[in-house]
């Protein structure tokens, strides 16, 4: 008998997706393989029709409201990329945190090359943000504020409108990495004074991976990463100055941004604060059941509102990536194990260069399998002790 | 209509952007005003891309509309 398996990798890329985005993504490529933008035959608006959609659908889940101020990209981190070396500039300063992703810290570090100062400020216990320091760290020629919403490894959300509200009265941009957030945790980029923010397409937007987007605000002037072809404005040397064109050189990905503009009306449809209700119970409950096991250690706050859906941990005595090897091969349920493309994180909690064991539950997990989830780790780390023990003491 | 609209000489609204083209068929749409979008026509704007073409008769709403909704028309183009 096939051994039923559980995801608990959505935090990577979410699974599975809700039916209305496999059939986007399958309409596009049967009904709409024009290439948007150019020409005026059906299937090239039909697929002017999907992305228009998607940029409407997006636009509406994170408070923006002006659509064209968003940038389809391939993932976060071209977002990111976008944004941060579109706006720092040269010699200056930037402020962020020790909980970025690589997909943000390293065009940061990028950046050193051309004289740009990084100042990384820390956090509580917690993972929050020490908003003093942040404050005593603002420079003449700061130029830039980037932090995550959420990290992806132990999920402390960030204080965005506060953050927001000290950038935008020191006049300096903000950006935010909502990529753990964007579609699972309300948003609004207007109210929470953020300038610029980064998402990636395939996780709690549920759209298909190679999509994400960058929310540029009205008044954020940001060079382009790529030139090239834009449909409009064919006729000169220079890339048109509108957006979302500016910004969207090449051929677009119409499969895979119908598929998301599909994601983004589900969460819609179904509600996002019914989405994170779910989350916030399923977390609850991962949290209250390892937090009974001997012998491991959950990072990250206790109460389940104060993260975004994922769990880290560790069992003592087992490498993480073989745990999370472990758990997959002998219980079929997948993690994400190691350093999460954030070892700046890791340092902070003392896991660094191992790592932990990342449990990110989705919207269409059930109770039944985070109990499933609890019940394995259990095991696992049952077995551990008996086997150190034995290791210790000899059999008994 | 669509046959009027495509033969007849009548107005086509420029645009500066593809999604702002979308936008305003997508607001005509939903206004119940006919609309049909045009390939731009290379006498009038040497680009690719699409106008929205619709009755002279309609051309004052669909104006007010846009302007209703922040969306910029760039031109408003007659080919005689």
């Known amino acids: 008998m096939k051994k039923p398996v559980i995801y608990m990798d959505n935090a990577a890329t979410s699974f599975p997706k809700p039916e209305t985005v496999y059939k986007a993504v399958t309409d596009a490529m049967r009904h709409a393989g024009g290439n948007p933008g ?29 659509s064209s101020r968003i940038i389809f990209t391939s993932n976060a981190t071209e977002a990111l990329n976008l944004a941060i070396i579109g706006i720092v500039k040269d010699g200056s300063h930037v402020i962020t945190s020790n909980m970025e992703h690589n997909s943000a810290s390293r065009p940061l570090y990028a950046l050193k090359g051309r004289g740009v100062e990084v100042t990384k400020i820390g956090c509580n216990d917690e993972g929050l943000i020490d908003l003093d320091e942040l404050i005593r760290s603002i420079r003449q020629d700061t130029s830039l504020i980037a932090c995550t919403h959420a990290s992806n490894v132990i999920g402390t959300i960030q204080p965005l409108k506060e953050i927001g509200a000290l950038a935008r009265g020191k006049g300096i941009p903000f950006l935010v990495d909502a990529a753990q957030t964007a ?175 990342r449990l990110a539950p989705g919207y269409f997990n059930t109770t039944e399998e985070i109990d499933a989830v609890v019940a394995a780790i259990n095991e696992i780390a049952i077995r551990e002790i008996s086997v150190r023990d034995i290791a210790e003491k000899g059999t008994p | 209509m669509r046959d009027e609209l495509k033969s007849g000489k009548e107005p086509m609204l420029l645009f500066e952007t593809t999604h702002l083209t979308m936008k305003a068929e997508d607001l005509f749409r939903k206004n119940n005003i006919p609309n049909m979008l045009f390939p731009k026509p290379k006498k009038a704007v040497s680009e690719c891309g699409l106008v929205v073409k619709l009755f002279e008769s309609d051309l004052e709403r669909a104006r007010e509309l846009c302007i209703n909704s922040g969306i910029e028309i760039k031109e408003v183009i007659r080919i005689y």
């Open chain 1, 183 to 357: 579609g699972s945790i309300p948003i609004d980029v207007e109210e929470m004074n953020v300038d610029l923010l980064a998402a990636a397409g395939h996780k709690s937007l549920l759209g298909p991976q190679g999509t994400g987007l960058l929310y540029i605000a009205p008044h954020i002037d940001l060079e382009p990463l790529k030139f090239g072809g834009t449909g409009g404005g064919t006729a000169g040397d220079e890339q048109p100055m509108e957006l979302p064109d500016r910004f969207e050189a090449g051929t677009m990905n119409t499969p895979g941004i119908a598929g998301l503009g599909a994601g983004a009306r589900f969460i819609l449809e179904t509600g996002l604060e019914r989405i994170r209700e779910k989350e916030i119970a399923l977390v609850g409950r991962l949290i209250d059941g390892l937090s009974r096991i001997d012998g491991v250690t959950i990072y990250g706050p206790a109460e389940p509102e104060k993260r975004a859906a994922l769990v880290s941990f560790n069992i003592e005595g087992i490498d993480p990536s073989l745990l999370s090897f472990g758990l997959d091969n002998d219980y079929g349920i997948m993690t994400r194990g190691g350093l999460h493309c954030a070892p700046d994180a890791h340092r902070f909690l003392g896991t660094f260069p191992v790592g932990c064991v």
């Open chain 1, 38 to 66: 150019r020409s005026g035959h059906r299937m090239t608006l039909a697929a002017n029709r999907f992305i228009f959609e998607a940029r409407e659908a997006v636009a509406t889940l994170l408070g923006a409201c002006d």
